[in-house]
């Protein structure tokens, strides 16, 4: 479900014996998991300006004060809508989600909360900024953050 930045491979997810998870391919590209929980899948640094942390955090309170949640359960109708009268594939992999530029992951922990109920889900959220994975994988460790 998920491929190498550096050569497009699959990427699997592997916990070694007395180390920490990683993320790696079948070219031996490694990406670990940080103690927070997200994976830095950036191969080389960007020059792509990504969200700062006091903005991260300002925009979490704001969030929390419940100012988006009628729109966060709009999303999830709506995500559920779509994704339930899709026809899944294959069966032995399990429906997924990704979220593209998570930030703090509000919506994309919502999201997974709400889908928790509704068997075998994946929850993917992605962002440039490492704050904002971090901030995100503190939130919703149901949720693979990169």
Known sequence: MLICPICGEPLTRETPPAASACYRCPNRHSFDVARQGYVNL???PTRLLADTLAMLR????FLARGHY???AAAVND???AGVSSASQTDPAVPPA???VGCGEGYYIGRLADALAHSGDWRCFGLDLARDAARLAATASPQVTLF
Do not use: G, N
């Open 97 to 99: 989600v990704l979220d």
């Open 58 to 61: 300002a925009r979490r309170a």
């Open 78 to 80: 709506l995500v559920w």
């Open 69 to 71: 949640a009628p729109l």
């Open 42 to 44: 950036l191969a080389r």
